[in-house]
């Protein structure tokens, strides 16, 4: 017989409710809302509208945010028509000493999460994952160059705090596009930027008055362009004529991407259909051969919970009890039994058997 280790006491069954933890969950956060043993729980602290259609949440995670690099994003989830949703959002200003975190959100007429998030009031709580990515720039040794379009300033914005409050500040130049001031989102963050740090350089580009930023005006805004690490973030059209011109001039390498959106998928026309089916064998929706489940489940009228949409946040992920399916991801084919996978990477290449 096996000896008992203390985390196999813990989860022996003659200790319930004592080892539940959703019980314990649910105790604790009848004494206060943000208590979890689990999971990252935040109360807003104020919110503050930006612009129009945009708006700031301050939270304040529990002890078990773990904190997080200038640049990162965290999934959000709270409750929306009565089933949990989450949505990645970039945190838009730099750590703070007070633990305090900032999400400035788009708010999208039928976006399902940023309509709940309109609603939110001082006080309310809310569900965050850690924060992940890969689209920080710690030590800037050359160069800068900011590109942003909309909503993609808020991770510049937070790795633009973090950079003022060094002693040898870098070389940065930012290149923002919106359709004019009013839509400027976080402008008074780089007002009070550029006090404290003259040497920034900040240029608008108004699309309503002054037409889409191209190419040409690229280079006149940026001359040294090649000379710069640069980073991108922005709506999709925008970031792919950059990516383009960049590859053009072979310099992809200094070019760092955070992408907001999934990229629609392209499905060769002569693409295997296969079935998706309920564990008691009923089908649920049918996939093409290259189209994510996510993707296909929502062509079938579901609406599986789901976050970024691109692999990181993990909240779509679902057991597969049967069948193979390849990872966009990782690019590599599933074994054909039980395990977990992302909806929102896997496509199939065989019938599939899920757990919804
Ligand atoms: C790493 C990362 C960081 C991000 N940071 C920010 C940020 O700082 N600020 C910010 O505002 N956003 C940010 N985003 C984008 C944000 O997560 C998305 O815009 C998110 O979809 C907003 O959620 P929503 O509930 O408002 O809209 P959703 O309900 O997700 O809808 C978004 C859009 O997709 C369309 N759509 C919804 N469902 C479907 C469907 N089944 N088929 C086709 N179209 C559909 C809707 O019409 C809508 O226009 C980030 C995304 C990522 C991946
Ligand atoms: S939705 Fe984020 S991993 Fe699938």
């Not at 604790?28 to 930006?50: D, I, K, M, P």
């Not at 399902?112 to 720039?137: C, P």
């Not at 191209?214 to 999709?236: H, I, Y």
Request: with cysteine; aromatic share 6%; net charge positive.
């Amino acid at each position: 017989m096996l000896p008992m280790t203390p985390s196999l006491f813990w989860r022996s069954p003659w200790l319930k409710p004592l080892n539940d933890v959703t019980a314990w969950n649910s105790l604790l956060q009848g004494a206060n809302a943000t208590w979890s043993l689990t999971e990252v729980r935040a109360r807003v602290l104020r919110t503050v509208q930006e612009c129009r259609d945009v708006v700031s949440l301050y939270l304040k995670p529990n002890r078990l945010f773990k904190g997080f690099s200038p640049g990162q994003h965290l999934a959000l989830t709270l409750p929306c028509n009565g089933v949990l949703q989450s949505r990645s959002f970039s945190l838009s200003q730099a750590p703070d000493a007070g633990g305090v975190l900032r999400l400035t959100i788009k708010l999208k007429a039928d976006g399902v999460v940023s309509q709940a998030i309109a609603k939110l009031k001082r006080g309310a709580v809310v569900i965050l994952s850690q924060a992940a990515g890969e689209f920080t720039h710690a030590a800037p040794e050359r160069g800068i160059l900011l590109l942003s379009a909309g909503s993609g300033i808020t991770p510049m914005v937070a790795m633009l705090q973090d950079w003022a409050k060094r002693d040898a500040r870098p070389d940065v130049l930012m290149i923002h596009s919106c359709r004019d001031e009013a839509e400027w989102i976080l402008r008074e963050d780089l007002r009070t930027l550029v006090h404290q740090w003259p040497q920034l350089k900040i240029r608008p580009v108004f699309t309503g008055a002054e037409g889409r930023l191209d190419a040409e005006r690229l280079q006149a805004l940026a001359p040294d362009f090649a000379l710069r690490d640069t980073l991108l973030c922005g709506p999709q059209d925008f970031m792919d004529w950059i990516a383009a011109f960049y590859r053009t001039h072979g310099l992809s390498r200094q070019l760092k991407q955070e992408h907001f959106q999934a990229r629609r998928t392209e499905i060769r026309p002569d693409a295997e259909r296969f079935a998706v089916h309920a564990p008691d064998g009923s089908t649920l929706f049918h996939a093409l051969n290259g189209q994510p489940l996510l993707e296909a489940a929502e062509a079938g009228g579901l609406s599986p919970v789901h976050g970024c949409r691109r692999g990181i946040c993990k909240t779509c992920t679902c057991r597969k009890l049967g069948g193979t399916v390849h990872n966009r991801l990782t690019d590599t084919l599933s074994g054909s039994g039980e395990e977990w996978i992302q909806l929102c990477v896997s496509t199939p290449v065989s019938d599939i058997h899920l757990e919804l």
